[in-house]
């Protein structure tokens, strides 16, 4: 798992990494802002995106009284407008490298990767980094990324399959072994109609 870092184009603490971020027009709403500045900034559109919590403390930042709304989205790096990485200096740091960031960013960072391992035990938004199909040993390593932690296999795969919600097809992925992993692909049909009877994906 990665967080997507810009380093900040004005003062104070021009030059330093920073979460990427922009300012709520008069005419829009805090969702609105959160996808306009996502579109910018990554150019996507369309992908998993929730509020993650306000931040107020008086003095987070020098340059005056400043209130942020913090959003977290899901983005697989593959899809990433690399010209647009560009054009903002961005990068990609892993959660466990991230450098030094300016104000109380990386309490927010915290927070959203916190935010995200709740989710992902009890919702599919995992899947959302996932192409349409995928194997399992990827799944797993998926849930692993995120949790920053082994799981066993054995176990991983038997309580994927109890849920329900994968479809086994009849393809297999042959890069990673003689053998082969079959593709599975996520019902989300059959989710809706049992996510009820789910208590956790992991």
Known sequence: MKAL???RGFEPEKGKWSLMGGFVREDEGTDEAANRVLHQLTGMKGIYMEQLCAFGDVDRDPAGRVISIAYFALINITDYNKQLQLEHEAKWFPLSESPELIFDHQKLLLKAQERLREKVA???IGF?????KFTLPRLQSLYEAIYEMPFDRRNFIKKMRSLGVLNKLNEKERGSSRKGAYYYEFNNQHYNHVYKSIKKFV
Do not use: R
């Open 128 to 132: 959302e980094l996932l192409p349409p």
């Open 122 to 124: 009890c919702d599919p």
């Open 5 to 7: 870092l810009i380093k």
